[in-house]
């Protein structure tokens, strides 16, 4: 049975950090590029990063990158997201899922299996 479990959310300050881990079970995360979303209250999933098989190129969304960091861990099964300098509008509930296609695409269609989601709030 596949299953994606999302933990680490929590409340946090502006300027903080948090760390998401995405754990796998029944399959193996590193043979499909495995990726973040988050949906806040009133808006669309959007896809946050994304981290692909093989070599683990990595890609981040515009509004993330130089704070937030895609990690694989193949002994753990597990894809963390380390994000640091976090602002409010990113508080928003944080989905890992593992992608249908063997490149790394912000589409949400593109992912089938998906996590049950962690909440994040940057909030003071």
């Known amino acids: 049975q596949v299953q994606l479990v999302e933990s680490g959310g929590g409340l946090v300050q502006p300027g903080g950090s948090l760390r998401l881990s995405c754990a796998a079970s029944?399959?193996?995360?590193?043979?499909?590029?495995i990726g973040w979303f988050r949906q806040a209250p009133g808006k669309e999933r959007e896809g946050v990063s994304c981290?692909?098989?093989?070599?683990?190129?990595?890609y981040y969304a515009d509004s993330v990158r130089g704070r937030f960091t895609i990690s694989r861990d193949n002994a753990k099964n597990t894809v963390y997201l380390q994000m640091n300098s976090l602002k409010p509008e990113d508080t928003a509930v944080y989905y890992c899922?593992?992608?249908?296609?063997?490149?790394?695409?912000?589409?949400?269609?593109?992912?089938?299996?998906w996590g049950q989601g962690t909440q994040v709030t940057v909030s003071s």
């Open positions: 899922a593992q992608a249908t296609t063997t490149t790394c695409y912000f589409y949400a269609t593109l992912f089938g299996s």
């Open positions: 029944g399959f193996t995360l590193d043979s499909k590029p």
């Open positions: 981290i692909e098989s093989g070599d683990g190129s990595t």
